[in-house]
């Protein structure tokens, strides 16, 4: 690590010192600060892209006096944010409707929205512990996308490739290939950065491509193509390997969001319960001082990264093995960068992490809902999660426009600036 | 012994073992192409190269036809030859130059194999190499401009995305290419803005802030896509491509004219960009204090150049250039957006500047890598390889984990890349 020269040791210190007692004095304040910074990036949010919503629709452009126009405008933001949220949670009177005919398969439907969004939210819970483990450690994981995809690839290999065993041993099995691989998709940038500090923010990327490669290049094996197709796809997974599901009452949510949850637990123990995850803290906070401290931060380098591959490996398990039974080129669709996002939402903290991938999840199951019913593309809620995150990272913006009094602690994790030298 | 003098002896030893580890390094690539180019080929198979093509202005001349095992041989002692003298001695300053060599003469000697007993069109491969690395070049470029100055630019995928939408809107609302292109460039340059506003003034990771905006361009050209391109794609998503330019008189030259004076728009900017920002970075005033304000802001502030301003023009900068190099792809190839029609290619971008030690004509080399790859898959099916192509595709990725880890000698990033400043 380089020194920083703009920047006098005395003050350093002095600065750190206040650091440490702020956060001392102020936790409290600090939790419910960040959680109305939160709302209020969300409500910022929501506006700008009710903008791109209203500006992008030639019926307001073209619209022959000003009343109609901000009428047609209103109705794009109502429908689009309406059918959102119903997507989403439900619409509360044919929920209720449903839940008192008194048909179980019926009464089940009303769930059909909160289903579908633990369905997306199971995979970003993974990826975004992932990417907070990352940040812990002080190391930017931005390679998820390849990680995920590599542990689909495994935990669907073993998934149609072994048989004759029982669910209660294939489908671990299945979900530990996942997660061997995408530790070694993690072990390979973290063994490069301990050793040659290469940065991780380039070799994860380049080992993206080298997973969608290697995809595309199985696929087309007899090992993995699935019998008479000429595309590529895999045979399907054994139902001894497939996360057990409410496939029954015509619900898609499977077994892996309690994975998810309980994976949550454990990387919160891990982080703040043991030795290990006091050392990754240690070397995220400050390399130089752990090292002095006897540390080995190579070490910890490489285990946090095999470790944080490991958990986006078990993302791509759990689409392959809960959602969609087969491998196919593509079937990460982003997973890997929605977890910087859920990451930095949660603020590097496993429970936040599982509630911003549930508010993330509920916007994209409610994205789907929304273009069936009002056809505005499902792509705005990217743009929504984007900006959430633009004015989370920078509070004191948010605190501008809405005239709030500073608060220190808020804001998103700063990692490894620079390239390492 | 002071920590000085003990420094200064540590970093001569490095360049001694770095020299040593070039050098071995040429010495495996002469094995490599005598092991699987020469080695095991028929001696009587040749290599046919097509040296004319059929859309160029070129003065026609015979092909190219050279015996596979021979050349493969004569390639791999030159290496060897190189290689021997990089251990022994070092090229000093002209290592990188000698390295790129080495790459051609590797990449040559792989061509020969792959079309022996078959013909491959060398000047369109070259062509086309040319043309798909511009766009990752100007990219490079982009990230330079910003990192010179410190600040890290990630961004440069979503300037690309932003940059392609508009240039193919604008160009085919008003069927005018220039203002397409200008307005690729202004929106590539509004997200360097908020890049520029994130990372100077709210001191914001700027990793992060680049990730994110990318995404956000990704939902952004999404959504707008479907809404408006969709629906009316005559009127807004129909694009007339910017027609190659044709040099007279040099384009005449045979092999040389089809490939570097007979191009597109985009290459010929490239190159125009690449002597301007040389020059503007390492022989103007101006270039001085984007460097010092890179390397240590303390004392470019002290010496009374203002930081912030700096970088905030260097961005914006960066974004306009990434802007540009995002309406390659549209005006410049096909007149038509898609839908994250750039599949991280400004990432691509970001690697290519680092490989290339920030530099331009480093970025520019490293960018030919992959746009040669690019340019291969074109001509997968007339080439005679064993191994899967994929695994061909891969091998730039690859390449440049090597590159960034060091393997292959390592330059150093600015020194205050990435650290916001606050004046004091």
Known sequence: MSEKPDQKPGRNRAAAARDVIQSVIAPQSSIWSSVLVVVLAFVTALVVSAVFIVVSDPNVIQAPDLLTALNVAWQDVSGAYGGLLTGALGDPSTVIAKLSSGDAKVAASAFYPLSETVVAAAPLVFTGLAVALGFRAGLFNIGGEGQVIAGGLAAGFVGFSVHGLTGFVELPLALLAGFLVGMLWGFI????????????????????YVAIYLTYYFLNTTLFQRPGRTDPISKVVDSAAMLPSLAALNLRVHAGALLAVAVAVAVYFLLWRTTLGFEFRAVGANPDASRAAGIGVGRVIVVAMSLSGGLAGLAGANIILGVQYSVTPGFSSGLGFDGITVALLGRGNPVGVVAAALLFGGLRAGAVQMQAATSTPVDIVQVIEALVIMFVAAPALIRAIFRLRAVRGIGAPTVSPGWGG | MSTAVRALGAGARVAVDRRRTLGIFFLLVAGAIAAFFGYNVPGQSQAHFVLNLASSHAIPIPDLVVPVRATAFGLAAAC?????????????????????????????AFLAWAARNSSVSLVGMLQGTLVRAAPLTLGAFSGLLCERAGVINVAIEGQMLIGAFSAALVGSATGNALLGILAGMLCGGLIAVILAVFAIRYLVDQVIVGIVLDLFCLGLTGFLYDRLMVPFQATLNSAAVVPPVTIPGLSRIPVLGPILFDQNVYVYLMFVLMGLIYVALFHTRWGLRVRAVGEHPRAADTAGIDVARTRYINVI????????????????????????????????????????GWTPVGGFGASLVFGFADALQNFLSVLNVPISSYFLLMAPYLATILVVAGVVGRARPPAADGKPYVKQ
């Open chain 2, 317 to 356: 900068l960066g974004g306009l250039v990434a802007g540009l190099a995002g309406s390659y792809f549209t005006l410049g190839a096909v007149g038509q957006f898609t839908k994250n029609m750039t599949s991280g290619r400004g990432f691509i971008s970001l690697a290519a500047m680092i490989s290339g």
């Open chain 2, 80 to 108: 060897a030859f190189l290689g021997t003298i990089q251990v022994v001695r070092g090229f000093g300053r002209w290592a990188y130059a000698v390295l790129a060599l080495v790459i051609g003469l590797f990449v040559f």
């Open chain 1, 189 to 208: 940038p973290g063994l490069l950065k301990a050793r040659t500090g290469a940065h991780e923010v380039i070799t994860t990327i380049m080992l993206n």
